[in-house]
T-cell receptor, first 112, second 116 residues
Framework: QQQVKQSPQSLIVQKGGISIINCAYE??????FPWYQQFPGKGPALLIA?????SEKKEGRFTISFNKSAKQFSLHIMDSQPGDSATYFC???????????FGKGTLLTVNP | KAGVTQTPRYLIKTRGQQVTLSCSPI?????VSWYQQTPGQGLQFLFE???????NKGNFPGRFSGRQFSNSRSEMNVSTLELGDSALYLC???????????????FGPGTRLTVL
């Protein structure tokens, strides 16, 4: 049972474009939704995170949009750059425990 | 401040052997979690330790075990290795200033385990 579904599996955008990655979850007890960025040979690094009491959170070029009723959240990368090329994972966590449930990941390629 | 460190970075074992992986969390962090990353299954939670106690466990067989020491360093052990255990094993640490309070988890670079 895949509790967090992520799409698309891969994404190619041009430099300066907008990258959008979507996630949907099933467990309504999830209350913390982070996005991680992973480069080859590195561990995942936290990009931005949101809790369900807000519908949007922005940090620089990265924005999370959250739709609690639809149980969906998405990552928008504005003005995408070749350096953003990486694998992006959405995740969800329930309560105060430390078990992250991850989506399968999206391989983003930003062409110069 | 140094990040999460994992040793060794690469490991090659044969089926039936056992392996121990080590994780040193960020200084002052008290919670350590372990994840398995494979191309097919993605990132899957193995277990989490806080103050030397396992607080949470994922859906992995008993061949996978772990422990945490008083200095918060953690080890995980996989016994009777199978080909399917080949994966990147990631460790993440959190401050966990208040017991039971969730916060940001910082990942290490992982240990790449290959089982032949």
């Amino acid at each position: 049972q895949q509790q967090v579904k992520q799409s698309p599996q891969s994404l190619i955008v041009q430099k300066g474009g907008i990258s959008i990655i979507n996630c949907a979850y099933e467990n309504t007890a999830f209350d913390y939704f982070p996005w991680y960025q992973q480069f080859p040979g590195k561990g995942p690094a936290l990009l931005i995170a949101i809790r369900p009491d807000v519908s949007e959170k922005k940090e620089g070029r990265f924005t999370i949009s959250f739709n609690k009723s639809a149980k969906q959240f998405s990552l928008h990368i504005m003005d995408s750059q070749p350096g953003d090329s990486a694998t992006y994972f959405c995740a969800a966590r329930e309560g105060s425990n430390y078990k992250l449930t991850f989506g399968k990941g999206t391989l983003l390629t930003v062409n110069p | 401040k140094a990040g999460v460190t994992q040793t060794p970075r690469y490991l090659i074992k044969t089926r039936g052997q056992q392996v121990t992986l080590s994780c040193s969390p960020i200084s002052g962090h008290r919670s350590v979690s372990w994840y398995q990353q494979t191309p097919g299954q993605g990132l899957q939670f193995l277990f989490e330790y806080f103050s030397e106690t396992q607080r949470n466990k994922g859906n992995f067989p008993g061949r996978f075990s772990g422990r945490q020491f008083s200095n918060s360093r953690s080890e995980m052990n996989v016994s009777t290795l199978e080909l399917g255990d080949s994966a990147l094993y990631l460790c993440a640490s959190s401050l966990a200033l208040l017991a039971g309070e969730g916060d940001t988890q910082y990942f290490g670079p992982g240990t790449r385990l290959t089982v032949l």
